[in-house]
Structures are given as structure tokens and as C-alpha cells.
């Protein structure tokens, strides 16, 4: 649905879960358009799942999550707090928000999902109530992450000036 810009609100049940975690009505693809490609077309299929897959397993909750039950969104253990491996047990414990990963769900989303002052070079926060909804549903997470995809495809097959 993602991939032909179908993932809208029309498409999707509301309420339920997703009034009880405060998003109410979502329109993923709304908060995240269908992104247009340098190339044409559309990315296909395959190359979305084959990402999600890999950065998730395609789980959008961790393990624990009962099925059919609300749950902690999938987040990033490693990096999650900015902990880096190495140092004391203090500064492990301490929050380094200029170097936390952030990655959230099945795409593992971490572009705009730092804390607002804490960015990366060149990344630009996602307002509070976008970064809850691709932390907790999934279709927005999703929407999310083929916005990435795009970005990126783009980048590759954007034509670069060469010095001789």
C-alpha cells in the first residue's frame, strides 16, 4: 500500500489501539507522502520488505508484546541513550542525547527521531506528536521508513558533477 501512496487513513481502522496510545485518527501517508523518485516508478515491494526485514525482522513491538496487545515499541538498544561500549559504569548510565541512535520499529526509523537540539548534521527533528506515532503505529512507522528509502535512492541516482 506504502509503495503506491495507499497507506491513508481511508485504508485503515482507527480508534481501537490507536485512540487507547492517544493517536487517534492517523493518516500515514498523509504525515509522510508518497515520495516521488528521480528515476520514475515506484521502489518496489520487494526492496521495502527486504529493509524491513532486515533492521526488524518486520516486528514493530519488542518480543515481549502480548499479540493483539499494546506494547513498547521496537527501539534500538544499542546506542539507544548515546551508551557507548567502553568507559565506566557511570558514563554508561548517563544519557548522551548528542549521540543516541534512536532507530524506532519495523523500519527502524531514526531520521527526526532525535530529541529536538540533539540532531545530527543536516537531520531536522520530527515534531513530538509525528515521532509518537512512528514510534507506536506501524503503518506510519512504515510510511516513515519508505520516505527514507526514497531519500536515499534519490541520492544515488542524482547526477554528479565530476573534476577532471
Known amino acids: 500500500m506504502a509503495i503506491k501512496g495507499n497507506l491513508r487513513s481511508?485504508?485503515?481502522?482507527?480508534?481501537?489501539?490507536?485512540?487507547?496510545?492517544?493517536?487517534?485518527?492517523i493518516?500515514?501517508?498523509?504525515?509522510?507522502?508518497?515520495p516521488d523518485l528521480i528515476t520514475g516508478g515506484n521502489i518496489p515491494a520487494?526492496?521495502?520488505?527486504?529493509?524491513?526485514?532486515?533492521?526488524?525482522?518486520?516486528?514493530?513491538?519488542?518480543?515481549g508484546a502480548i499479540p493483539g496487545q499494546m506494547g513498547s515499541p521496537l527501539a534500538a538498544v544499542d546506542g539507544y541513550y548515546?551508551?557507548?561500549?567502553?568507559?565506566?559504569?557511570?558514563?554508561?548510565?548517563?544519557?548522551?542525547w548528542?549521540?543516541?541512535d534512536c532507530g524506532y520499529g519495523v523500519g527502524q526509523v531514526t531520521d527526526g527521531m532525535r530529541k529536538a537540539g540533539y540532531e545530527k548534521t543536516g537531520e531536522k527533528s520530527?515534531?513530538?506528536?509525528?515521532?509518537?506515532?512512528?514510534?507506536?503505529d506501524y503503518a506510519t512507522n512504515i510510511a516513515a521508513s519508505l520516505h527514507i528509502l526514497a531519500d536515499k535512492w534519490n541520492e544515488v541516482h542524482r547526477?554528479?558533477?565530476r573534476s577532471l
Open 10 to 25: 481511508g485504508y485503515l481502522t482507527q480508534g481501537g489501539w490507536r485512540s487507547q496510545t492517544g493517536l487517534s485518527t
Open 27 to 34: 493518516d500515514p501517508q498523509g504525515l509522510f507522502k508518497k
Open 46 to 63: 520487494q526492496i521495502e520488505l527486504g529493509i524491513l526485514a532486515q533492521e526488524s525482522n518486520l516486528w514493530q513491538a519488542e518480543s
Open 82 to 96: 548515546g551508551h557507548q561500549t567502553g568507559g565506566t559504569l557511570a558514563d554508561y548510565w548517563t544519557i548522551h
Open 98 to 100: 548528542d549521540k543516541s
Open 126 to 136: 520530527l515534531d513530538v506528536s509525528t515521532q509518537r506515532a512512528v514510534a507506536v
Open 159 to 161: 547526477p554528479t558533477r
